[in-house]
């Protein structure tokens, strides 16, 4: 099997078990994350990136749980694809590995789960599945930012996908209009401190509070503490593994295959 028709059987493979979108980087076209992929796989020499699309339907919902319910589906299967395309080019004798999209993730120093072993965006933008937005995302002409990324290391020799030649972001400047915390400034700077306190209301961060709150309060506080509301979403987090609270910078996002209508959102 040549290069070609494996990097074509392997993208095959992603979108049957899916993926939405799929294309390929060289490692060595990723030189901030090459230490980590020689340390997950030895010989690694591509990178091949999934992504699937949100339902713009779900996340542009004023129904919280709706779009909870879509990401989860979502992240679910871009991560199903990169498992089933890594089995795939095993089968073939190349050695492979399924990298997380989202959690796991390292939270020892100095990451301390604000990064993952690939940037996702970056292997996005370089394998030619889009470019960057302002809001700092992977804006894809099919469909805009609403999608998911995930993918493998591979030791097979691929055939690279080249960067699009076009800006995928249209700058409507909706996402920043759209975002609850104004936590982008545009040409993809993001707060990372505002959009956090937003995005993972109930997650970490909460979650730390919510420890501290019962050690120093005493006892009345405390029952008071555990029988509100904050208790109950941060469960429900433990329960799914998702605590996403926003998705307004994704769901204004326009796509070639969604048009906007004169609020500003994506109609599905």
């Known amino acids: 099997m040549t290069p070609d028709e494996l990097t074509d059987r392997a993208k095959t493979t992603a979108l049957a078990h899916g993926a939405d979108l799929a294309g390929v980087v060289k490692v060595a076209d990723l030189p901030g ?65 399924a990298i997380p999209a989202f959690i796991p993730i390292d939270m ?33 002409p099919e469909f805009g930012s609403a999608v998911r990324i ?12 080249s960067p699009l030649k076009e800006d995928a972001c249209d700058h409507c400047m909706r996402c920043l209009e759209a975002c609850p915390a104004e936590a982008l400034s545009g040409k993809g700077k993001i707060n ?10 109930f997650g970490f961060r909460f979650f730390q509070r919510f420890m501290l709150d019962m050690v120093r309060k005493d006892t009345g506080q405390a029952e008071e503490i555990i029988g509100g509301h904050g208790l109950i979403e941060l469960w429900q987090t433990f329960m799914t593994g998702n605590y996403y609270y926003c998705f307004k910078c994704q769901s204004q996002c326009p796509s070639k295959n969604l048009p906007v209508n004169r609020a500003g959102r994506s109609v599905p």
């Open 108 to 140: 020892e120093k100095p990451k301390y789960g604000m990064r993952g072993e690939i940037c996702w965006r970056r292997a996005g933008v370089r394998a030619g599945l889009g470019s960057y937005g302002e809001n700092g995302l992977l804006v894809t």
């Open 192 to 201: 990372k401190k505002l959009c956090g306190d937003v995005i993972f209301r």
């Open 150 to 161: 995930s993918g493998i290391i591979t030791t097979a020799d691929l055939t690279a996908d």
């Open 33 to 97: 994350h090459a230490e980590n992929i020689s340390r997950i796989l030895t010989g690694a020499k591509c990178v091949l990136v999934t992504a699937a699309k949100h339902s713009i339907a779900a996340i542009g919902s004023l129904n919280n749980q709706v779009a909870q319910f879509d990401t989860l589906h979502t992240y679910d299967a871009c991560q199903r694809s990169a498992h089933m395309t890594a089995r795939f080019l095993e089968s073939e004798g190349f050695p492979s590995v």
